[in-house]
Protein backbone atom coordinates (compact mmCIF):
# COMPACT_ATOMS: atom_id res chain seq x y z
CA UNK A 1 0.00 0.00 0.00
CA UNK A 2 1.40 3.20 -1.00
CA UNK A 3 1.62 6.36 1.38
CA UNK A 4 -0.99 8.13 -0.26
CA UNK A 5 -3.28 5.49 0.71
CA UNK A 6 -2.42 4.76 4.05
CA UNK A 7 -3.25 8.71 5.12
CA UNK A 8 -6.40 8.60 3.11
CA UNK A 9 -7.45 6.04 5.05
CA UNK A 10 -6.53 7.06 8.54
CA UNK A 11 -7.59 10.61 7.40
CA UNK A 12 -11.14 8.65 6.42
CA UNK A 13 -10.72 6.98 9.78
CA UNK A 14 -10.45 10.23 11.38
CA UNK A 15 -13.39 11.77 10.26
CA UNK A 16 -15.69 8.98 10.16
CA UNK A 17 -15.48 8.86 14.25
CA UNK A 18 -15.55 12.85 14.72
CA UNK A 19 -18.68 13.05 12.26
CA UNK A 20 -20.44 9.52 13.42
CA UNK A 21 -20.85 11.89 17.08
CA UNK A 22 -22.33 14.80 14.84
CA UNK A 23 -25.80 15.40 13.45
CA UNK A 24 -26.12 16.36 9.79
CA UNK A 25 -27.14 19.64 9.95
CA UNK A 26 -24.35 19.93 12.91
CA UNK A 27 -21.51 18.84 10.15
CA UNK A 28 -23.61 20.95 7.58
CA UNK A 29 -23.25 24.25 9.36
CA UNK A 30 -19.58 23.84 10.01
CA UNK A 31 -18.46 22.71 6.81
CA UNK A 32 -20.66 25.95 5.20
CA UNK A 33 -19.13 28.31 7.95
CA UNK A 34 -15.66 27.39 5.91
CA UNK A 35 -17.38 26.55 2.60
CA UNK A 36 -15.85 23.06 2.19
CA UNK A 37 -18.11 21.35 -0.23
CA UNK A 38 -20.15 18.16 1.06
CA UNK A 39 -23.30 16.36 0.39
CA UNK A 40 -25.04 13.21 1.37
CA UNK A 41 -24.09 10.07 0.41
CA UNK A 42 -27.49 8.52 -1.09
CA UNK A 43 -28.33 4.56 -1.75
CA UNK A 44 -30.70 3.37 -4.19
CA UNK A 45 -33.76 4.08 -2.88
CA UNK A 46 -32.78 8.07 -2.21
CA UNK A 47 -32.04 8.46 -5.69
CA UNK A 48 -34.56 6.32 -7.51
CA UNK A 49 -37.40 8.65 -5.43
CA UNK A 50 -35.29 12.08 -5.91
CA UNK A 51 -37.31 14.09 -8.09
CA UNK A 52 -34.45 15.38 -10.46
CA UNK A 53 -34.27 11.51 -11.51
CA UNK A 54 -37.83 11.10 -11.82
CA UNK A 55 -38.35 14.45 -14.17
CA UNK A 56 -35.17 12.83 -15.92
CA UNK A 57 -36.71 9.47 -16.41
CA UNK A 58 -33.74 7.64 -15.74
CA UNK A 59 -35.16 4.72 -14.17
CA UNK A 60 -37.83 2.21 -15.68
CA UNK A 61 -40.03 -0.97 -13.83
CA UNK A 62 -40.85 -3.98 -15.95
CA UNK A 63 -41.64 -7.61 -15.17
CA UNK A 64 -39.48 -10.04 -15.73
CA UNK A 65 -40.25 -13.70 -14.55
CA UNK A 66 -42.91 -12.51 -12.72
CA UNK A 67 -41.39 -10.29 -10.60
CA UNK A 68 -41.17 -6.27 -10.95
CA UNK A 69 -37.41 -4.81 -11.46
CA UNK A 70 -35.90 -1.50 -11.89
CA UNK A 71 -33.32 -0.45 -14.62
CA UNK A 72 -31.27 2.40 -15.79
CA UNK A 73 -32.78 3.44 -18.86
CA UNK A 74 -30.93 3.73 -21.91
CA UNK A 75 -29.14 7.95 -21.51
CA UNK A 76 -29.94 8.61 -25.39
CA UNK A 77 -33.85 10.14 -26.19
CA UNK A 78 -34.68 9.91 -29.80
CA UNK A 79 -37.41 12.44 -30.39
CA UNK A 80 -37.50 12.89 -26.93
CA UNK A 81 -38.51 9.40 -25.67
CA UNK A 82 -36.65 6.76 -24.48
CA UNK A 83 -35.97 3.55 -26.97
CA UNK A 84 -38.11 0.35 -26.43
CA UNK A 85 -36.19 -2.34 -23.82
CA UNK A 86 -35.67 -4.67 -26.37
CA UNK A 87 -33.67 -6.94 -24.25
CA UNK A 88 -33.83 -8.57 -20.98
CA UNK A 89 -31.98 -10.75 -18.93
CA UNK A 90 -33.79 -13.81 -18.25
CA UNK A 91 -32.59 -15.36 -14.93
CA UNK A 92 -29.99 -13.95 -12.95
CA UNK A 93 -26.51 -14.73 -14.12
CA UNK A 94 -28.06 -16.46 -17.00
CA UNK A 95 -25.69 -15.99 -20.40
CA UNK A 96 -27.54 -14.61 -23.23
CA UNK A 97 -26.22 -13.26 -26.53
CA UNK A 98 -28.33 -11.49 -29.14
CA UNK A 99 -28.92 -12.71 -32.49
CA UNK A 100 -26.82 -10.83 -35.13
CA UNK A 101 -29.70 -9.31 -36.48
CA UNK A 102 -31.03 -8.13 -33.55
CA UNK A 103 -34.56 -10.27 -33.57
CA UNK A 104 -33.59 -12.24 -30.23
CA UNK A 105 -32.02 -14.26 -27.74
CA UNK A 106 -29.60 -17.32 -29.20
CA UNK A 107 -29.61 -20.07 -26.40
Known amino acids: ?5 KRRDKVARVFASVLAKRTYADVA ?15 FDDVADDPQVEAMDIFRSTEINGGVVQLVNHPNRYDGQVPELRVKGLKIGEPYKVHPDGTGLLG
Open 29 to 43: AAFDGHGIWYGPVHD
Open 1 to 5: MCMHT
